[in-house]
C-alpha cells in the first residue's frame, strides 16, 4: 500500500510506539506548510501530517476539490469532493502503519476547505478528535452516523470575508438536528487563526489526544 498524497511529516520527539497521529489539512488555494505551522504548538509526542491537496490552481496553491463562481454564485466539484473525501479514508491507514501510530487516536485539523472536508471524513471514519477551523458542514457531502464519537471542535472569526460566520450557525443547527455533540467559539477575527484562537484549541486538543 502506498499513498497518493505528498505530505510534510514530524516524528515524536521520543520514537514513540502507537503514537498518537494528527492529520493536517490546509484550506482552498494553501498547501501543505500552512497548518504545519502549527505542529511546534501540537504535542511532542504525536506524529503530525501534513497534507498537500490534490489539485494545483498554481505554483504553491492547492485545492481539495474546485470551487466556481458565476456572478454572485459559488459552486463547487461535487463528485470530486467525494472523492477525495474517500481518498483521505482510505489513505489514512497507509500513514498508521508506516509510522506505527494509534489507529484510535487519530486527530484531523482542516481549515477552510479542509474544515469542511474534515466534517465530512469525521463522520464516515473512526476519527477521535476534528478540529474545524473557519468552515461550515457541507450536508450533500456527509453522512451523519448517530453511533459517531468523534469528539469536535469548531471556531469561525465573527468577521470572516470568505466563509461568513453566519455559515457556522447554520452548521451548529445541523449538528444539533442529528445529535452530534460540539464544542463551538467565536472570534474577533477574519478567515484565519489568531493567537486567541490557536490557544484555545489547543487548550481543547491537550487531554483528547
Request: with cysteine.
Given at each position: 500500500m ?7 511529516i ?8 502507537k503514537?498518537?497521529?494528527?492529520f ?19 504535542n511532542?509526542?504525536?506524529?503530525i ?22 456572478g ?18 482510505s ?9 506505527d ?41 456527509i ?31 445541523i ?27 489547543l487548550?481543547?486538543l491537550?487531554?483528547?489526544?
Amino acid at each position: 500500500m502506498n499513498t497518493s498524497f505528498f505530505y510534510l511529516i514530524k516524528k515524536p520527539e521520543n520514537n514513540t510506539k502507537k503514537s498518537p497521529i494528527v492529520f493536517l489539512l490546509h484550506g482552498f488555494g494553501s498547501n501543505e506548510e500552512d497548518l504545519f505551522s502549527f505542529s511546534p504548538y501540537l504535542n511532542n509526542d504525536v506524529t503530525i501530517i501534513s497534507l498537500r491537496a490534490p489539485i494545483m490552481l498554481y505554483p504553491n496553491s492547492y485545492a481539495w476539490y474546485n470551487i466556481y463562481y458565476s456572478g454572485s454564485v459559488k459552486s463547487y466539484d461535487k463528485e470530486a469532493a467525494k472523492l477525495i473525501k474517500n481518498q483521505f479514508i482510505s489513505e489514512m491507514n497507509y500513514f498508521i502503519k508506516k509510522y506505527d501510530c494509534d489507529p484510535n487516536r487519530i486527530t484531523l485539523i482542516g481549515f477552510s476547505q479542509g474544515a469542511i472536508l474534515g466534517h465530512a471524513i469525521a463522520q464516515s471514519s473512526n476519527i477521535k478528535n476534528l478540529i474545524a477551523l473557519s468552515g461550515y458542514v457541507d450536508d450533500e457531502l456527509i453522512n451523519f452516523d448517530n453511533t459517531n464519537k468523534t469528539s469536535i471542535y469548531i471556531s469561525h472569526g465573527n468577521e470572516d470575508e470568505v466563509i461568513p460566520f453566519k455559515e457556522s450557525i447554520e452548521t451548529n443547527k445541523i449538528l444539533n438536528q442529528n445529535n452530534i455533540e460540539y464544542e463551538f467559539n467565536s472570534f474577533e477575527q477574519g478567515h484565519g487563526v489568531n493567537s486567541e484562537n490557536l490557544k484555545s484549541f489547543l487548550e481543547w486538543l491537550k487531554e483528547r489526544y
